[in-house]
């Protein structure tokens, strides 16, 4: 099985039908998305198709991309581009395998359903939810995306197990449009930019595709930087030293339930495989940097992703701790002031070997003009703050009425978090297209923040009634609750002054 040459892509068109594809065929305008049976599945095929375009097809030029983007070659074309490293993306055979060690013959054996990454295992432990043994055998085409999932986000996986150059479980940040072909081109930069991540002159296919030659393993203490490899390594790299064990049978894959020729049930693995360090930056990834300048991939947290995660995401954020970068492609889609698209959010949340959850979101990517971009950051800036500011005081109110020592109470209040974020989001966005065209108009836009102010006040007000009446906790003491009331009200004007929003006469209950 070719990678580039075969049909193995799951899509879904216009009308509906779900449909496998080979790469050169995402410019087919009726495609509209990926379509795997598992959405880290989808996400790892995004990056599959974004990282091959990038690799062989990085435009010289801003016209040259704009062109590709208006008018997508044809599929002949676009196999012409992926024909000289097609001989890298054979998944079996004698010699080198996709995303596999060439030296591994008779290492410790692993049952397949270890390649998916939310599988229980020996080390983890846990199948409340998710029984291992489940999948004993995958067809090529699943094999292949299971492998590529894990070696992308490569999590922890025991001592002397690597993690990818982002760290385990990143999070991925992609611009999202309504065919599959304009997401993939709108998320490629320009050559020269993407050649400056890491060393370009490192040209040996080694370099790019690491499993072509022996491992460069971490046995003594190696360490791969930007500086020793090609920047296409960044979307091949390969922490994990793996070899799948491909028996020529027909048999059912317990995944998608596809019947196939080829099926892999158990893999080879061994420790000590690439060890990524020194300064990588994913271009798809967003980044925090630490005041000593130090940066790290934002990885997904408890509580999914929203538009609480704007500052960061989407804009640049800045505190005394350091600040959040976003991923490259959408800084450069803001730059450029592009038509409002969306943005789409995906990773892993990991506890060390094990994963919590997956997570993906999508917001709209809002253009504005240059005239007003600086004003409209800023007032999106407050506008999230006060959100944030507003939540933190009704989570902190509410223990304060339903406990006598809340700084003792230990329990998990994120469902008021989560029911705040939820219940505010609609209106979040409706600001941002009403603020973005108030600017643009030279209108007054005090009474769209004032709007937001309101809608943040209600939504704290009516969580905190529903949650200080519930009979869960201690018997309800009226005059706790009093206080605690009186003090929430304060603690939600003082955002008044965030919002840049006139003084008024405070209202009392």
Not at 74 to 101: H, V, Y
Not at 435 to 462: C, H, Q
Request: aromatic fraction near 10%; hydrophobic fraction near 35%; glycine fraction near 6%.
């Amino acid at each position: 099985m070719n990678l580039i040459k075969d049909a193995w892509i799951p899509i879904r068109r216009r009308n509906g039908t779900i449909d496998c594809i080979a790469p050169c065929q995402i410019t087919e305008e009726t495609i509209v998305e990926l379509a795997a049976n598992r959405p880290d599945f989808n996400g790892a095929l995004i990056q599959f198709l974004i990282g091959l375009l990038q690799t062989t097809c990085a435009p010289e030029n801003p016209r040259q991309w704009r062109q590709w983007l208006q008018q997508p070659p044809e599929a002949k074309e676009l196999q012409a581009k992926f024909e000289p490293i097609a001989d890298a993306f054979n998944l079996n055979g004698d010699g080198p395998r996709f995303m596999q060690d060439l030296t591994l013959k008779t290492e410790d054996e692993s049952p397949v359903y270890e390649l998916l990454i939310d599988m229980p295992t020996e080390d983890t432990k846990t199948d409340h939810f998710i029984k291992r043994g489940e999948i004993k055998q995958l067809c090529l085409t699943c094999a292949a995306t299971a492998l590529f999932t894990l070696q992308t986000n490569s999590p922890f996986g025991g001592r002397g197990y690597r993690t990818g150059l982002r760290g385990g479980g990143p999070m991925t940040t992609l611009v999202l449009a309504d065919t599959l072909w304009k997401t993939c081109w709108l998320n490629i930069l320009e050559q020269q930019t993407f050649l400056s991540l890491a060393n370009s002159n490192k040209d040996k296919d080694s370099d790019r595709f690491p499993w072509l030659a022996s491992t460069r393993t971490s046995e003594g203490g190696t360490m791969t930087t930007p500086e020793d490899v090609h920047p296409d390594q960044i979307f091949w790299s390969m922490p994990r030293r793996i070899r799948l064990l491909i028996e020529e049978k027909e048999a059912v894959c317990d995944l998608c339930g596809m019947a196939d020729e080829y099926i892999v049930c158990r893999f080879i693995t061994k420790n000590l495989g690439v060890n990524y360090k020194g300064t990588w930056k994913h271009p798809l990834s967003p980044y925090f940097i630490d005041k000593d300048g130090t940066s790290s991939a934002i990885h997904p947290q408890p509580g999914g992703i929203g538009y609480r995660h704007w500052l960061g995401l989407v804009q640049l954020s800045q505190d005394d701790r350091g600040k959040r970068q976003p991923a490259h492609v959408i800084e450069h889609f803001i730059r450029e002031r592009r038509n409002d698209l969306r943005l789409w959010a995906f990773g892993y949340d990991m506890d060390g070997m094990k994963a919590r959850c997956w997570y993906e979101g999508t917001m709209p990517l809002i253009s504005a003009s240059d005239t007003v971009c600086k004003d409209y950051e800023y007032h999106i800036s407050a506008m999230v703050s006060s959100a944030q500011q507003v939540c933190r005081e009704t989570r902190s109110q509410i223990k304060k009425a339903l406990f006598k020592r809340p700084g003792d109470v230990k329990g998990d209040f994120s469902f008021i978090n989560s029911r705040f974020w939820q219940e505010t989001k609609p209106d979040f966005f409706t600001c941002l297209y009403k603020l973005r065209d108030g600017l643009e108009n030279n209108s007054d836009v005090v009474p769209i923040l004032e709007k937001w102010y309101k809608r943040l006040k209600k939504v704290a007000e009516t969580i905190f009634d529903d949650t200080s009446q519930t009979g869960a906790f201690d018997a309800a003491d009226p005059k706790r609750i009093a206080i605690a009331w009186r003090d929430l009200q304060k603690g939600i004007y003082k955002v008044r002054e965030q919002l840049g929003l006139p003084a008024k006469e405070q209202t009392k209950k």
